[in-house]
């Protein structure tokens, strides 16, 4: 069982930079894939960011050039940076973790078996 809580959501002005922080307990968190995703208001949740146990990652199209994710195992902690905010990046985080193929990365939904209870970001212009 992993427990996962997201920090680090606030309010920012356009333009400005902020860092998401998912923290893990549970002791295979550094055999878990994780991921990142978000569901701004009136949309389904969306694919960010999913990074596999030894830190190879990716993010969406939508976010790449500004958004980077990365890991401490360390530290059990998950993170997302995010610069050049824009007012669209407004929604609530989540962090996910998937139980089993710590080595493949993780795209969609159901690829993940927990998760957090999401942070809110909001992003004035």
């Known amino acids: 069982q992993v427990q996962l809580v997201e920090s680090g959501g606030g309010l920012v002005q356009a333009g400005e930079s902020l860092r998401l922080s998912c923290k893990a307990s549970?002791?295979?968190?550094?055999?878990?894939?994780m991921g990142w995703f978000r569901r701004a208001p009136g949309k389904a949740r969306e694919f960010v960011g999913t990074?596999?146990?030894?830190?190879?990652?990716t993010c969406a199209e939508s976010v790449k050039g500004r958004f980077t994710i990365s890991r401490d195992n360390a530290q059990n902690t998950v993170y997302l940076e995010r610069s050049s905010l824009k007012p669209e990046d407004t929604a609530v985080y989540f962090c996910?973790?998937?139980?089993?193929?710590?080595?493949?990365?993780?795209?969609?939904?159901?690829?993940?078996?927990?998760w957090g209870q999401g942070t809110q970001v909001t992003v004035s212009s």
């Open positions: 990074i596999n146990w030894s830190g190879a990652h």
């Open positions: 996910a973790a998937r139980r089993f193929r710590p080595d493949a990365l993780g795209f969609y939904d159901n690829d993940y078996d927990y």
């Open positions: 549970g002791r295979t968190f550094n055999k878990n894939t």
